[in-house]
């Protein structure tokens, strides 16, 4: 039999998992000096949501539509980052903003201007792989457990 936890401890689950990945990317990118794509800066945005989410749903874990924000953050994380994996395996086409080429260039000193600033990385490359997973898929893959405990959590305890 599993045990599930109940709704203030469910909340503590979602609130450390969001300050771990968001702590684990910072120190990705400043520690470790990967640079990450404008995807993976935007698949942070639900987790820093969820930390402050989960602390109000510990305060008032008897309130549904806490839950169901739970639930609406992790779904538009699992579709961003699903979507960022779709493009690392080339299923879907890269967005213009994620390629590093720049078409505005009209003369040579905007050229090498552009040349000597840090180019932003493509979304198509995945630098930084755990166990030869990308963190993308990572992020999807964990977005959707997410999303289904909280379902489950929202259906089932009534604290």
Avoid: W
Wanted: charged share 10%; net charge positive; hydrophobic share 50%.
């Amino acid at each position: 039999m599993i045990l599930f936890p109940n709704r203030k401890n469910f909340y503590l689950i979602i609130f450390f998992i969001s300050l771990i990945s968001i702590i684990s990317a910072l120190y990705i990118e400043y520690i470790l000096q990967y640079q990450p794509c404008k995807l993976c800066i935007y698949q942070r945005l639900p987790y820093l949501a969820a930390i402050f989410v989960s602390l109000i749903g510990f305060n008032y874990s008897n309130n549904d539509q806490i839950l169901i924000v739970t639930i609406i953050l992790f779904t538009l994380s699992a579709i961003l980052s699903g979507y960022h994996f779709g493009i690392e395996n080339s299923i879907f086409n890269e967005l213009s903003a994620c390629t590093s080429g720049s078409s505005d260039i009209l003369n040579k000193s905007k050229l090498l201007e552009t040349l000597n600033k840090n180019m932003p990385v493509n979304c198509k490359d995945a630098t930084f792989k755990i166990l030869g997973i990308s963190l993308a898929a990572i992020n999807t893959i964990l977005s959707i457990l997410i999303v289904v405990f909280s379902i489950r959590t929202l259906i089932y305890e009534k604290n």
